[in-house]
């Protein structure tokens, strides 16, 4: 039986540096076990590098990640990294139909399982979409399929960056009530990276504060809105101007 | 020449240069896919190659294969010249450089956070850059259309290497040639025609694979 005390995830004095840069410089961050943590910061912060380093996607310069306790090498294995995906502010959809995006990432773990891309469709509102050219869906559409081709593989962590930045308040709250419903009934571990205040509070379990790539604060919802500990975290509240940059 | 020759000519112009293009394809579009991909040492030093390679006249090419090929050459001993097999590789020098060089430039062009977004859905190496030639293959379809025109309309390699023998490495390009030269424009006008009927068939076949709007190949 699993050891529930180990988070999902740990980080230990993770680094990445793009040419002599130190965009990101984590000292430490835990993800547990079905939580939401929501990642705030402005623009610059390092939010978007820290997940492409949580989701594998690049290396970090120094530092590393623990997956379940243990710690992940370079490159990661195949296994691991299929156990997390990311859905990314633009849907990056690939250049064919909606159904065959759902289910691409079956694909290439090849399997095929028609009847659970139709699930998934049905799931998402999309099956009346399932045959149209993914390029060529509205924006709210386009995010919807790109959130059910992430689902549909049952991720154990799943990374959002900015998933409704480019949606109307409208197509927002349905990916939003698409989240909330995935997380009454998966054990989805998910992190949002989001400069949409309102939605931090209204989705996640803990907030954190990133600032020129390091975090400032992380806390539970409640008190990182009405308690923050850090004088930077109460000031980028107030919607002060905050340099995010590194 | 008479117009008896004229259907052997026209499936042997298809074989040649079909061969040379299936080559240059083979070994062009995984190289440019590399090149677009990895980061190595000399990498930029091949580009540069490769990009100058585009624009090598097809007769030095075909002096080049020629020498090669000639008795004293390095490959003197297989005894290719003049024969289709010489052709064919002259194309494919000439083809490989644009099919290579477009590839890489087809691929480049494409997102690259869709790149992460495939890696981030679970894809292997090899998955990802067949995911991202399928993603750029109105490039990768006018890199083959590019390296078929500069091999079915070029004429100095094919003279030189295959020295436009009846009946054994006469194509179109080097037919046209001769009749032009004898008088006959009847015949040169129609062998002109068909060498543009069929790059117009290949370019026709090649641009279904650019504009298909869907579905995954099978």
Redesign the interface.
């Given at each position: 039986m699993a050891d529930v005390t180990v988070p999902l995830m740990e980080v230990r004095g993770l680094v990445r540096e793009y040419g002599g840069r130190r965009v990101v410089s984590i000292d430490s961050l835990d993800l547990h076990a079905g939580e939401l943590l929501a990642l705030v910061g402005p623009n610059g912060a390092g939010k978007s590098t820290l997940l492409r380093l949580l989701n594998f996607l690049e290396p970090p310069s120094s530092g590393e990640i623990l997956w379940k306790g243990t710690p992940v090498g370079w490159p990661p294995p195949l296994e691991l990294r299929r156990k997390i995906t990311t859905v990314f502010q633009d849907p990056l959809l690939l250049h064919t139909t909606v159904r065959e995006n759902v289910g691409y990432g079956l694909r290439l773990r090849g399997v095929i399982d028609p009847h659970r891309i139709d699930e998934a469709l049905a799931r998402f509102e999309l099956t009346v979409l399932a045959r149209a050219p993914a390029r060529g869906l509205s924006g709210g559409e386009a995010q919807r399929v790109a959130l059910a081709r992430a689902l549909i593989l049952g991720p154990e962590l799943l990374l959002l960056d900015e998933p409704t930045a480019n949606l109307d308040p409208y197509a927002a709250g349905r990916l939003e009530a698409i989240i909330r419903t995935v997380r009454a009934e998966r054990s989805t571990t998910l992190v949002l990276v989001s400069q949409d205040l309102f939605q931090a509070r209204r989705l996640a379990d803990r907030v954190g504060l990133l600032l020129a790539g390091r975090v400032v604060e992380i806390a539970e919802r409640d008190a990182f809105f009405t308690r923050p500990a850090d004088p930077r975290t109460a000031a980028f509240l107030k919607g002060e101007f905050i340099s995010g940059a590194a | 020449m008479d117009w008896g020759p004229f259907g052997e000519i026209v499936s042997r112009t298809l074989a040649v240069s079909g061969a040379a293009l299936g080559l240059s394809a083979v070994l062009g579009i995984p190289s440019g896919a590399t090149l677009a991909l990895a980061r190595f040492p000399g990498r930029r030093l091949l580009v540069l190659a490769i990009y100058t390679g585009m624009g090598l006249p097809p007769v030095a090419v075909g002096l080049a294969v020629y020498l090669t090929l000639s008795r004293t050459g390095p490959l003197g001993t297989l005894g290719w010249l003049f024969t289709p097999t010489a052709m064919i590789l002259a194309q494919t020098v000439i083809a490989l450089p644009l099919v290579c060089g477009l590839t890489m430039a087809a691929i480049e062009a494409v997102?690259p956070?869709?790149r992460?977004?495939?890696?981030?859905?679970?894809?292997?190496p090899r998955?990802e850059i067949e995911?991202l030639l399928?993603?750029s293959r109105p490039g990768v379809a006018a890199a083959l259309i590019a390296g078929m025109g500069g091999i079915l309309s070029e004429v100095g390699a094919a003279m030189l290497v295959g020295g436009n023998i009846d009946g054994r490495t006469r194509v179109l390009s080097t037919a046209i040639v001769l009749v032009t030269r004898q008088g006959q424009f009847a015949l040169a006008l129609a062998l002109g025609g068909a060498l543009i009927g069929l790059t117009g068939l290949v370019t026709a076949a090649l641009l279904r694979l650019q504009r298909r709007?869907?579905?995954?190949p099978t």
């Open positions: - | 997102d956070r869709l992460q977004q495939i890696r981030s859905l679970g894809a292997r998955q995911a399928w993603e709007p869907g579905t995954w």
